[in-house]
């Protein structure tokens, strides 16, 4: 019986799913996506293209395993990302380290617990995680990161 509610579930968020292409477009690197620290740059278009590759699977109609493994890899090297970030800033003496930090935790824990949730078969809303980090990640790179870029850059870090 637990099967079947599992099926009924996957099922059903597969139907919500097929909605993820109109509503949550592919991220596209441009320069405004551009903090001037070459390794962060590198790494937010794997992140990009990390993001991107779990709504094609979410498009494609994914099961749940698949889909769950790409949100795994995703938020692993989001975390490899942040701490990346967060070790130079804090080898230079950025400012803004601590409320910088405090946004990355927010995010981690709110892809943790959708990965979480997933993994147990429990109710995710894919289409609204997504739109989520699909957001905060544009609003991210375009805000707070870009205050740490000339940081890093007048510290010799290119």
């Known amino acids: 019986m637990h099967e079947q509610?599992?099926?009924?579930?996957?099922r059903s968020?597969?139907?919500t799913l097929s909605k993820v292409e109109a509503h949550v477009s592919l991220l596209t690197w441009n320069h405004a996506c551009r903090v001037g620290v070459r390794a962060m740059d590198d790494q937010h278009g794997i992140l990009m293209d990390a993001m991107n590759e779990l709504r094609l699977a979410l498009v494609r109609g994914a099961g749940r395993e698949q889909v769950s493994q790409l949100l795994d890899q995703l938020i692993e090297f989001t975390r490899m990302h942040f701490a990346s970030e967060e070790l130079l800033m804090e080898q230079t003496g950025f400012p803004g380290l601590a409320a910088h930090r405090h946004q990355h935790h927010?995010?981690?824990a709110k892809g943790l617990e959708a990965a979480h949730r997933l993994q147990y078969g429990e109710g995710v809303e894919m289409h609204q995680l997504l739109c989520y980090m699909r957001d905060?990640?544009?609003e991210h790179i375009g805000g707070c990161d870009q205050e740490y870029g000339p940081w890093l850059n007048q510290h010799g870090i290119e």
């Open 106 to 108: 927010l995010l981690l």
């Open 13 to 15: 968020n597969q139907k």
């Open 5 to 10: 509610a599992l099926t009924d579930k996957v």
């Open 136 to 138: 905060w990640f544009l």
